[in-house]
């Protein structure tokens, strides 16, 4: 157990819909990271925030969106799902002190199905 | 951007046999490298990483890894593996710039399943 924890595990949908993902960080985490992992792109980094802001951005769609809350719990939002959506999301967090050697700690993740 | 290619899909081995995964990674500035796994079903696992120092570096489960900086290489070991480690194997990559504006968003090999067969 990592620490970090996800819901919902599972996820269905149909096209078109909206979910949110969430993802609550290990304790003293201030940063979260948000990958995706499908069987055509593999895993890709899509979004980071780090104590509230975003700092870094990767393949996002502008379909999804995601925040950081006060309490460091994140959401990442999908909009308007296509099939092509349907994946495992994984979050991460780490600690995230400039300069430091870094190691990102990975929830269970949330497989979402688009039917 | 920094790549990461990791050579072999799918591998498969008898009990007991020794295991070397290989992994490139393109970036000619400084690195940490990692390697993670998946078990069926579960979540990415720390197995090891690589920072600075000694480039032999050696994780959980009898893993070990060597990071070979003229070879852009950073390749996962295991002398003996067991059935218990069938799983999917990821090698991650984050580089610099290591600031306070910077990320250290992690790039991933597509990932080398290994199959044990007892």
């Known amino acids: 157990d990592s620490g970090v924890t996800q819901t919902p595990k599972h996820l269905i949908t149909a096209t078109g819909q909206r979910v949110t993902l969430r993802c609550s960080p290990r304790?003293?985490?201030?940063?979260v990271y948000w990958y995706q992992q499908s069987l055509d792109q593999g895993l890709q980094f899509l979004i980071q925030?780090?104590?509230?802001?975003?700092?870094a951005k990767g393949n996002i769609l502008e379909r999804f969106s995601a925040q950081q809350f006060p309490d460091l719990h994140s959401e990442l939002n999908l909009s308007s799902l296509e099939l092509g959506d349907s994946a495992l999301y994984f979050c991460a967090s780490s600690l995230f002190v400039s300069g430091s050697k870094e190691t990102q700690y990975f929830g269970p993740g949330t497989r979402l199905l688009v039917l | 951007a920094q790549s990461v290619s990791q050579h072999n899909h799918h591998v498969i081995l008898s009990e007991a046999a020794s295991l070397e995964l290989g992994c490139n990674y393109s970036?000619?500035?400084?690195?940490?490298l990692f390697w993670y796994v998946q078990y069926p079903g579960q979540h990415l696992q720390l197995l090891l990483k690589y920072f600075s120092g000694d480039p032999l570096v050696k994780g959980i489960k009898g893993f070990e890894a060597e990071f070979i900086k003229s070879k852009f290489s950073f390749n996962l070991r295991k002398p003996s593996v067991q059935w218990s480690d069938t799983a999917e194997y990821f090698c991650?990559?984050?580089?610099?710039?290591?600031?306070?504006?910077?990320?250290?968003?992690?790039?991933f090999g597509k990932g080398t399943k290994l199959s044990v067969i007892p």
């Open positions: 991650a990559v984050n580089a610099g710039p290591y600031s306070g504006a910077g990320s250290y968003q992690l790039t």
């Open positions: 970036y000619g500035g400084t690195v940490n």
């Open positions: 304790s003293g985490d201030l940063s």
């Open positions: 925030y780090y104590n509230g802001e975003e700092r």
